[in-house]
């Protein structure tokens, strides 16, 4: 096989400038999310540089373009693709924020919140998106919104598959019957033209990390359609959506698998590019971070820039448990996680914040040994990370879900301590849904997916 090298971005969200001043409104609004809004098409501009230059035979784009579908958000998005593809073919699916699919285009001028602003409709994404996929399409498939999935070769033996999974007409992401068909046949003819096919959609396929974090962000039915997809001949599929890393495969009841690697958001930390070479052997997959971009006249350090904006959201979160039950569940709910469910851990919860801002494990190790759970923590792993900020630990498994690296990978001592407490957790109370939090932060910070991954 001829070596092919493609690049995967993810969830670029692009929003207008024109769209906000900066005023507390869009404060507001900046400081509920993991990614960027203002700085977006700054960080664009610069993953499209490096995407210029570097050596792949195409860019491909997994959907969620726009921040919400604004027609002059999009406008400007096209028009840097535009210029991106004058050095390399670049082939893109839209997905449900660039269209509106709850209602959400608005602009944030001072202290007001304005909802008049132009969007695209689904009818009108292919067309608008046209010279991107559908126009050197082999085959296409137009769902029942308009929105549409296509096929078209990217190299002399690899043939992307491209599916607009926006709503099946079922409850959620996914496809049709019609589609499936479609899918189904695409898979056949590939096969016949001698092509390795490689799926790009933009929800999950396989609930990453662990059900509890991706579940909701999944197709529906997922282990239908990731069987369906399998048993069709499928083995690869790059994903958007979550704005989080993972690699994870799936094995349908006929004894088929399927590998879907899931890439972040580039517009929020770690801003990756995924170059993916197909060898022989399989997919070599390297991932690439924009490291430096330009906004408001001033060089970006981009890496601690996308961390802190993350981690910010993380602190304002704890700051709302300081302030009271409802305040914590309804930050929780904005940031999308069903708030309400840990109500009942607010009484975890709240001895956790007091301290999130001020210990260190030393002193949380002695407010563990007060409250009789001193047992969970390895004495060693104490001693060696006494002044750590409990603060940095919780702020690593945040970067950790992120980025798909786990922080404590090779590092004993930082395992135990994390589990140490998530097992102090489960002794106050034996839940699902503290034990699911345990189960989750071990692979969390255990995720070790990306170092010269072949799949
Ligand atoms: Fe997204
Ligand atoms: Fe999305």
Request: with cysteine; hydrophobic share 40%.
């Amino acid at each position: 096989m001829k070596e092919t090298k493609l690049a995967f971005i993810a969830d670029t969200h692009h929003f207008s400038k024109t769209l906000a001043d900066g005023g507390r409104q869009y404060q507001l609004r900046s400081g509920s999310d993991q990614k960027c809004l203002m700085e977006t098409g700054d960080i664009i501009d610069a993953a499209f540089e490096m995407l210029k230059n570097s050596d792949c035979d195409a860019v491909l784009i997994a959907g969620d373009v726009s921040d919400d579908g604004e027609r002059v958000s999009h406008e400007e998005f096209r028009e840097k693709v535009r210029e991106l593809q004058k050095s390399k073919p670049v082939y893109l699916i839209t997905a449900t924020h660039d269209w509106c699919s709850d209602d959400k285009p608005r602009r944030y001028i001072g202290n007001a919140v304005l909802w008049d602003v132009p969007v695209l409709d689904h009818t009108e994404l292919r067309d608008f998106y046209y010279e991107f996929g559908p126009k050197q399409a082999l085959s296409e498939f137009r769902t029942h919104l308009g929105v549409c999935s296509f096929t078209v070769d990217i190299g002399p033996d690899v043939r992307l598959l491209a599916l607009n999974d926006d709503q099946s007409g079922m409850g959620g992401a996914g496809f049709s019957e019609e589609h499936f068909q479609w899918i189904e046949a695409q898979m056949a003819k590939a096969k016949e033209d001698g092509k390795l096919v490689i799926g790009m959609q933009h929800h999950p396929i396989i609930a990453h990390i662990h059900p509890m974090l991706t579940g909701g962000s999944c197709v529906k039915d997922r282990e239908m359609v990731a069987s369906r997809l399998a048993d069709a001949g499928l083995r690869y599929m790059f994903e958007g959506h979550t704005h989080m890393q993972a690699i994870d495969s799936f094995t349908s009841p006929n004894g088929n698998t399927i590998t879907s690697v899931n890439v972040g958001s580039l517009v929020g930390y770690p801003a990756p590019i995924f170059y993916v070479t197909v060898k022989d052997d399989g997919l070599h997959i390297e991932e690439e971070r924009v490291q430096k971009f330009t906004f408001e006249g001033k060089e970006i350090d981009a890496q601690p820039y996308l961390a802190k904006h993350a981690t910010d959201l993380l602190d304002r979160l704890v700051e709302g448990a300081l302030i009271s039950k409802d305040e914590f569940a309804d930050r929780l709910s904005a940031m999308g996680l069903k708030g309400n469910d840990f109500k009942n851990l607010y009484f975890i919860v709240y001895p956790f914040a007091k301290l999130y801002f001020s210990a260190n494990v030393g002193t949380l190790a002695r407010v563990m040994r007060c409250v009789g759970l001193g047992r969970f923590l390895d004495p060693a792993a104490v001693a060696q990370y006494r002044n750590k900020p409990f603060r940095d630990f919780v702020h690593e498994t945040w970067l950790s879900i992120l980025d798909g690296r786990g922080k404590g990978v090779g590092d004993e001592a930082y395992q135990k301590l994390v589990l140490g407490v998530a097992d102090a957790l489960v002794q106050i109370r034996s839940c699902k849904l503290t034990l699911d939090l345990r189960q989750a932060l071990r692979s969390v910070i255990t995720a070790d997916y990306f170092d010269d991954a072949v799949i």
